[in-house]
Nanobody
Framework: QVQMVESGGGLVQAGGSLRLSCAAS??????MGWFRQAPGKEREFVAA????????YYADSVKGRFTLSRDYAKNTVYLQMNSLKPEDTAVYSC?????????????????????WGQGTQVTVSS
């Protein structure tokens, strides 16, 4: 049975940092990603990582501020979020896919991922 356990959300002031973690178990994956959803808005892609090779992909809104990495042995990904802004406030959800397509159309859409974590709240105060 696949389990996705997230941690690391919280409240931080603008300009601060947080690190989110997502530990996956139960099977191997082709890639993992993070999505976020703010109140009244649609879920949006944040970042993704191809498990084999560790290639990373980011939304333009977080590029240069967020860094996604993986611990291959622990089947865990980490989203380091720096220079946080109030507009980063959202529920962040970790997702995993059996296979990972490096075509941006696929890794940016939530339907490409079959497994999801419970979500963790990130609140950035101004």
């Amino acid at each position: 049975q696949v389990q996705m356990v997230e941690s690391g959300g919280g409240l931080v002031q603008a300009g601060g940092s947080l690190r989110l973690s997502c530990a996956a178990s139960g099977r191997t994956f082709g890639g993992m990603g993070w999505f976020r959803q703010a109140p009244g808005k649609e879920r949006e892609f944040v970042a993704a990582i191809r498990w084999s090779g560790g290639n990373t992909y980011y939304a333009d809104s977080v590029k240069g501020r967020f860094t996604l990495s993986r611990d291959y042995a622990k089947n865990t990904v980490y989203l380091q979020m720096n220079s946080l802004k109030p507009e980063d406030t959202a529920v962040y959800s970790c997702a995993a896919a059996k296979t990972f397509d490096t075509d941006s159309y696929y890794y940016r859409i939530s339907h490409s991922y079959g497994y999801w974590g419970q979500g963790t709240q990130v609140t950035v105060s101004s």
